[in-house]
């Protein structure tokens, strides 16, 4: 487990916003804004049991999210944008 500074907190806004689970700007800041939409996108790739209450991070999970990430981005399959609506 690790805290979600200000690079985890910029990569994780950057890749919930490419995927369709972030609408605010790239700040860095790990706020409730964050968290929420983290937490829906963690529900969305089946992360449910390690979602958490705070501004911890599972550093498996987050490696976990760069590999899907780097997948999607190179069209290689990674989940889909969340729908709209």
């Given amino acids: 487990m690790v805290p979600i500074d200000a690079g ?3 990569e994780l806004q950057a890749i919930l ?3 369709g689970f972030y609408e605010g700007p790239v700040t860095g800041q790990c706020d ?3 968290l929420r ?8 790739e089946s992360y449910d049991a390690r979602i958490r209450d705070d501004d911890r991070i599972d550093l498996e999970v987050l490696g976990d999210i760069r590999r899907k ?3 999607w981005l190179a069209g290689q399959g990674g ?3 969340r ?3």
Avoid: T, V
Avoid at 37 to 44: A, C, E, R, T, V
């Fill in 8 to 10: 985890i907190a910029g």
């Fill in 17 to 19: 916003h490419a995927r």
């Fill in 32 to 34: 409730a804004d964050l």
């Fill in 37 to 44: 939409n983290l937490h829906d996108f963690m529900g969305w």
């Fill in 69 to 71: 990430h780097q997948r």
């Fill in 79 to 81: 989940a889909l944008i």
């Fill in 83 to 85: 729908p709209r609506g």
